[in-house]
């Protein structure tokens, strides 16, 4: 069994959970997930988790994302995509500047409201299962991040940008709402995922490459160890004697553990909260720890066995 993250190239005409059935068959293996929905018609990066890595799903699906998207003004959809049906065309008449300026707007805090053609679940049905039944609800505005927006191509009344942003935001409701700003609607024609946290679009494998590694067996050499995601964080190992106590998922001392360049007893005191990557005396890598200063105990967030 394979255990770490693939960094999936999501085609278009597959839905999301189609890679994730597919590597299931490729990888010969069932425990699998992915990190966060793309729509069917959109490309670019799908970070997959196996095995042990699917504890991560959630930690990934939190990480900051860049799209890059073109939109085009004069036209609204049901969908705020270019698959969806018509609701109004309108004649753009804003200048290339006004478009400009109300794009840029966009970047900092805000609250959206999610489409109505998406997988949130509403009273435990999905928004886009009542949209197609024709029902609209009542969405709530939930608080958004655009760290950066940034205009790549302009052939007004066409626009390509890029957008870093956090969890939650919809890159065609953001175009959508463009469009209402600017008083003449807008609908995304394309969308394509660059980035999820350190996943970049140009490390991405398509499905037909990963079947092939598979196939040559070389799948292990682009899964990437679930350690590699902890890697900025301080790293503890334990002592011999304490390995059974890690082994047992137990909360553990300060003087149970061997720094890696010497002996705990020199080790400043961690801060209250402070995270580590804990290895047993093999060195192998079993999860995250929280140091909690008060107790002055190393307490498990998060555990990645895979002895």
């Known amino acids: 069994m394979y255990h770490g993250i693939i960094n999936v190239y999501k085609e278009a005409g597959y839905t999301s959970h189609d890679v994730v059935a597919k590597l299931r068959g490729i990888c010969k293996q069932k425990k699998i997930g992915h990190t966060g929905t793309l729509d069917p018609d959109a490309v670019g990066v799908l970070p997959v988790c196996l095995g042990n890595g699917t504890k991560l799903c959630d930690m990934l699906t939190d990480r900051q994302k860049e799209y890059v998207a073109v939109f085009r003004l004069g036209i ?21 500047d006004e478009v400009k300026k109300v794009i840029l707007s966009f970047q900092g805090n805000s609250l959206q409201i999610p489409p109505m053609y998406s997988a949130l679940k509403v009273n435990g049905k999905k928004l886009y299962e009542l949209a197609r039944q024709g029902k609209e609800v009542v969405r709530e505005a939930r608080p958004i991040t655009v760290y950066a927006i940034e205009i790549l191509e302009e052939s007004h009344p066409e626009y390509t940008i890029r957008v ?31 980035r999820v946290g350190e996943f970049r679009i140009e490390e ?11 196939e040559e067996g070389r799948l292990a050499r682009i899964v990437v160890p679930v350690e590699k995601m902890f890697e900025t964080l301080p790293k503890l190992k334990v002592k011999k004697e304490w390995d059974n106590a890690l082994k047992n998922g137990n909360q553990m001392k300060k003087s149970e553990f061997m720094e890696i ?18 290895y047993s005396y093999e060195d192998v890598f079993f999860g995250i720890y929280q140091y909690e200063q008060k107790r002055k105990l190393f307490c498990p967030v998060k555990l990645f066995i895979t002895t």
């Open 76 to 96: 609204t959809t049901d969908t705020q995509d270019g698959s969806g049906k018509i609701l109004e065309k309108k004649e753009v008449k804003v200048s290339v």
């Open 204 to 214: 991405a494998h398509r499905l037909e490459d990963i079947q092939k590694l598979a």
């Open 164 to 194: 870093e942003c956090s969890k939650g935001t919809y890159i065609r409701t953001l175009c959508h709402d463009i469009g209402q700003a600017l008083g003449c609607g807008a609908v995304m024609t394309k969308l394509t995922r660059s």
């Open 261 to 278: 360049a010497g002996n705990t007893d020199r080790m400043p005191e961690p801060a209250d909260g402070e995270e580590f990557r804990v």
